[in-house]
């Protein structure tokens, strides 16, 4: 079977270091936070988990983490803000799916959640992408852009200020409208086009005919024998309460992981939005109440981070789920990231085993280093017997 071959590893530049020194919840400032470490897990988990495996998998055959409203981390809000981490952060804890929102406004493509301005630019957020990936050549990427809100006082078309931004580092970037394999993508971004344009008919993956809230998955068929099916069911056409929303969107999400799972065509990509929310006159839900959990009638309600847990928990081994977009999804359940990782290898050593292992082989070495010394102790007794002497209490060998 073919190994991995890693692209070479590029050191990033005086600028490019010095943009980890800003603050990464505006365009003028963009630090990337503290990263957010797997501890105590064995690999090839966390910041370098594609490494191990091979290079002729086509990336639609992976399980692969992702976040949705990727850059909505910025601010408190509760009906706008679906991430607390930061991108640098999302990306070290494992997740390699972005749904960038983005609007024009000046002339600058900005990251927005429906009407919200989020304070940073797309230019800032790839910089930091960018940075990253230069010290993760094993990496690969899968990025969503959509324009999520009409254009402000620009001359541009928001297809050619996309088109602007993406250029400035194409070498990171795989534009072509065709399911790469993990060697091909290794070290680059694989783009889903969610806009239209002029002159784009080949540009990316296109996938906008996606559908505005759907009630059932829907497939998209590009013009180019790309299949994509998509489950994006955010919001209930009534109202619904806390754990009747849950339950509902629950079922959606756990729908498609076993259709995907099924399938056994391996070029078919599936994208399977865990998030939603409510906002009516009856119920005001947010994302993060619906991804964590709540109290509901004074008891505590489970959300749907910790119900797709038990589910990835109770199905372990090796099954393919597509992608998997989630909120917070490092709230509400103990590694949830690290177990849709690990869907995506046969066997995944435990910590358990590892440290069996390591066990052994420190018995191993104390046997080795204790049979050796034995050896060598008995030819000295032999031969100091054969010469007729003896040990005497320093354990010399003499003769009367």
């Known amino acids: 079977m073919q190994s991995a071959v890693l692209p070479e590893k590029k050191t990033p530049s005086t600028e490019q270091t010095a943009l980890l020194e800003k603050e990464d919840t505006g365009y003028t400032t963009a630090k990337a936070r503290s990263p957010c470490i797997l501890t105590n897990r064995a690999p090839p988990l966390g910041e370098r988990w594609m490494a191990k495996l091979h290079n002729r998998i086509p990336v639609s055959a992976l399980t692969i983490p992702g976040t949705h409203d990727?850059?909505?981390?910025?601010?408190?809000?509760?009906?706008?803000?679906?991430q607390k981490m930061g991108?640098?952060?999302?990306?070290?804890?494992?997740?390699?799916?972005?749904?960038?929102?983005?609007?024009?406004?000046?002339?600058?493509?900005?990251?927005?959640?429906?009407?919200?301005?989020?304070?940073?630019?797309?230019?800032?957020?790839?910089?930091?992408?960018?940075?990253?990936?230069?010290?993760?050549?094993?990496?690969?990427?899968?990025?969503?852009?959509?324009?999520?809100?009409?254009?402000?006082?620009?001359?541009?078309?928001?297809?050619?200020?996309?088109?602007?931004?993406?250029?400035?580092?194409?070498?990171?970037?795989?534009?072509?409208n065709t399911t790469p394999t993990l060697g091909e993508l290794r070290g680059r971004i694989q783009l889903l086009r969610r806009f239209t344009g002029p002159t784009l008919h080949a540009y990316g993956i296109d996938v906008t005919q996606w559908q505005d809230n759907p009630s059932k998955p829907f497939t998209i068929y590009t013009w180019h024998d790309v299949q994509v099916t998509?489950?994006?069911?955010?919001?209930?056409?009534?109202?619904?309460?806390?754990?009747?929303?849950?339950?509902?969107?629950?079922?959606?999400?756990?729908?498609?992981?076993?259709?995907?799972?099924?399938?056994?065509?391996?070029?078919h990509?599936?994208?399977?939005?865990?998030?939603?929310?409510?906002?009516?006159?009856?119920?005001?839900?947010?994302?993060?109440?619906?991804?964590?959990?709540?109290?509901?009638a004074f008891k505590w309600e489970e959300g749907i981070n910790p119900r797709l847990s038990g589910y990835l928990q109770q199905h372990k081994g090796q099954r393919r789920y597509g992608i998997v977009p989630m909120d917070f999804p490092e709230s509400g359940a103990d590694d949830l990231i690290t177990a849709l990782i690990e869907s995506n290898y046969k066997h995944v050593p435990s910590n358990a085993s590892w440290v069996w292992r390591t066990l052994l082989v420190v018995v191993f070495i104390l046997a080795a280093t204790a049979a050796f010394v034995y050896a060598t102790c008995d030819r000295r007794t032999a031969a100091c017997m054969l010469s007729g002497g003896h040990f005497n209490k320093s354990w010399r060998c003499t003769k009367d």
């Open 70 to 82: 990727s850059a909505a981390f910025t601010g408190a809000w509760p009906f706008i803000q679906t």
């Open 87 to 176: 991108i640098t952060e999302q990306l070290n804890a494992g997740i390699r799916y972005f749904d960038l929102r983005c609007g024009l406004r000046d002339d600058i493509v900005e990251m927005v959640h429906g009407s919200a301005i989020l304070g940073l630019t797309l230019s800032v957020l790839l910089d930091m992408v960018y940075l990253w990936m230069m010290s993760h050549p094993t990496e690969a990427l899968v990025v969503q852009i959509k324009q999520d809100r009409a254009a402000e006082r620009s001359s541009l078309h928001f297809a050619h200020a996309i088109w602007s931004c993406i250029s400035s580092g194409n070498t990171h970037w795989r534009t072509a």
């Open 230 to 267: 998509i489950q994006d069911h955010y919001r209930p056409a009534e109202a619904q309460a806390l754990p009747a929303l849950i339950a509902r969107k629950g079922g959606d999400v756990v729908e498609l992981l076993e259709h995907a799972a099924a399938n056994i065509d391996s070029g």
């Open 269 to 296: 990509w599936y994208i399977n939005f865990t998030s939603a929310y409510e906002f009516n006159l009856w119920y005001q839900l947010p994302p993060r109440e619906i991804a964590v959990g709540g109290y509901w």
